[in-house]
C-alpha cells in the first residue's frame, strides 16, 4: 500500500554528503527522512582502503566508514528509508520525491545528495581488480603507488590533471589517449608536456587490464592506428574519462552545468529554488572527496534548518495578526 512521509528535512541519497546532512539536520530538530537509492553508503562503500579521510591515525575501509556514519546518523534520530527516487516534484514546499514503489516523501526542505559515478571502460578486468591497482580516483588512492610506474587512461580535463597529481608519488607516469591529441584545456596540456616524469602513448586504446600476482600487472592496448597490440606494465591504472552526477531527475527543474551538475549559489548548497539545496559530487564537478561531501552536506543541514526557522517565524507572525 502506497504511504506518504512526511518530514521537515527529505534526504535523497545515503553517501557521505546526504548522512552528515542527516546528523546536522537530526541534531537540529528536523527529523529528516534519507532515501537511500540503489547504492546505500554511496561510492565509498566500493573502495577498500580511505587513508585521508580526518579522525583515524590507520587505514580504514570504505564500506566501515560508511556504515558508522550510517549508525551515527540513525542515533541522532534519522529514518533511514530503502527506496529510489523516480520522480520529483519540486513545486513546494512541501517538495515531493515519488519512490519506485509508489510511496511518496514530502519535505519542507529537500536535500540533494544523489552524488556521481565515475565512468569507467567497461573492458575485461577492470571490475576484477578495481581496488587491486585499477582507480577512477588519483586524489584517493595514488599515494598508495608511491615509488611506482602508474598510468592514466584518458584525455580530457580530469585525465592531465590526475596525470600531474600523480608526479607527487610517481617518477614514471604514462597517459594513455585514443587519439593523437588531447581535449584538456591549452594551460594544463603544457603543463603536463613540460613535465619530465611524464610520457604520452598516443593512439592506444585499452583492450583489457592483466592481472598478475597480488594485483594488476599491465595493461593491455591496441594501437588504433595500425591495429598492433602490445602491454604496458604498470602496477597502477588511473581511468579518467570523466564523471557523471546522478541529477536526471532534476533537468528541467533546476539548472545544471555542461557536465550535468547541479548549479549552487557559489559558496552554498543553494540552488535556484529556495528550500532545495544540493551538496556533495551532485554539485561538485571539482574536489569529489569524501569529505569535501561531508563538509557540504553539512552546509545544506545548516541552510536548511535556517529556512525552516524562517518559515515557522513567518507563519507565526503571521496567524498573530
Ligand atoms: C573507487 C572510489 C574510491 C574513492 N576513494 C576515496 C577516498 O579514499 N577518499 C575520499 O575522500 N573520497 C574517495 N572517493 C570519492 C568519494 O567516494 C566521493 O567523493 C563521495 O562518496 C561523494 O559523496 P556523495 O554523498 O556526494 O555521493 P555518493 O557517495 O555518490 O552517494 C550518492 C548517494 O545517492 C543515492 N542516490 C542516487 N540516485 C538516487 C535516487 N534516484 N534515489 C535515491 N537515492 C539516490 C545513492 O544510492 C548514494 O547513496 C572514492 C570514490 C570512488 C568511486
Known amino acids: 500500500m502506497m504511504t506518504t512521509h512526511t518530514t521537515k528535512m527529505l534526504i535523497i541519497g545515503s553517501g557521505p ?3 552528515s546532512a542527516a546528523i546536522y539536520g537530526a541534531r537540529a530538530g528536523l527529523e529528516p527522512i534519507v532515501v537511500q537509492g540503489l547504492q546505500p553508503g554511496g561510492q565509498l562503500t566500493i573502495t577498500t582502503d580511505v587513508e585521508n579521510y580526518p579522525g583515524f591515525r590507520d ?5 566501515w566508514l560508511m556504515q558508522e556514519m550510517q549508525a551515527q546518523a540513525e542515533h541522532v534520530g534519522t529514518r533511514m528509508l530503502w527506496d529510489t527516487i523516480v520522480r520529483v516534484d519540486l513545486s513546494g514546499p512541501p517538495f515531493r520525491a515519488y519512490g519506485d514503489g509508489g510511496d511518496v516523501y514530502e519535505g519542507e526542505t529537500l536535500v540533494i545528495a544523489t552524488g556521481a559515478q565515475a565512468k569507467w571502460l567497461g573492458v575485461p578486468g577492470e571490475q576484477e581488480l578495481s581496488g587491486k591497482g585499477v582507480s577512477a580516483c588519483a ?3 595514488g599515494f598508495f603507488y608511491r615509488g611506482k610506474k602508474v598510468v592514466v587512461i584518458g584525455g580530457g580535463n580530469t585525465a592531465v590533471e590526475e596525470a600531474l597529481y600523480l608526479t607527487n608519488h610517481s617518477q614514471d607516469v604514462t597517459l594513455i ?3 593523437d591529441s588531447l581535449r584538456a584545456e591549452k594551460i594544463l596540456q603544457d603543463r603536463l608536456f613540460a613535465h619530465p616524469n611524464i610520457k604520452v602513448l598516443w593512439n592506444k586504446a585499452v583492450d583489457h587490464f592483466v592481472g598478475g600476482e597480488g594485483g594488476l600487472s599491465g595493461v593491455a592496448l591496441t594501437d588504433t592506428v595500425t591495429g598492433e597490440s602490445s602491454v604496458e606494465p604498470t602496477q597502477g591504472a588511473f581511468v ?3 564523471h557523471a552526477p546522478a541529477t536526471e531527475l532534476f533537468k528541467g527543474q533546476l539548472p545544471v552545468d555542461d557536465g550535468g551538475y547541479l548549479i549552487v549559489e557559489p559558496g552554498t548548497p543553494k540552488t ?3 528550500g532545495v539545496f544540493a551538496c556533495g559530487d551532485v554539485m561538485d564537478h571539482t574536489y569529489r572527496q569524501a569529505v569535501t561531501a561531508a563538509g557540504t552536506g553539512c552546509m ?3 541552510d536548511a534548518e535556517r529556512f525552516v526557522a524562517l518559515r515557522h517565524h513567518e507563519a507565526a507572525q503571521s496567524a498573530a495578526y
Open 240 to 242: 579518467a574519462i570523466g
Open 59 to 63: 587505514v580504514i575501509q570504505g564500506p
Open 300 to 302: 545544506a543541514a545548516l
Open 139 to 141: 586524489t584517493c588512492d
Open 177 to 179: 589517449h585514443r587519439r
Open 272 to 274: 535556484a529554488i529556495s
Open 17 to 19: 554528503a546526504g548522512l
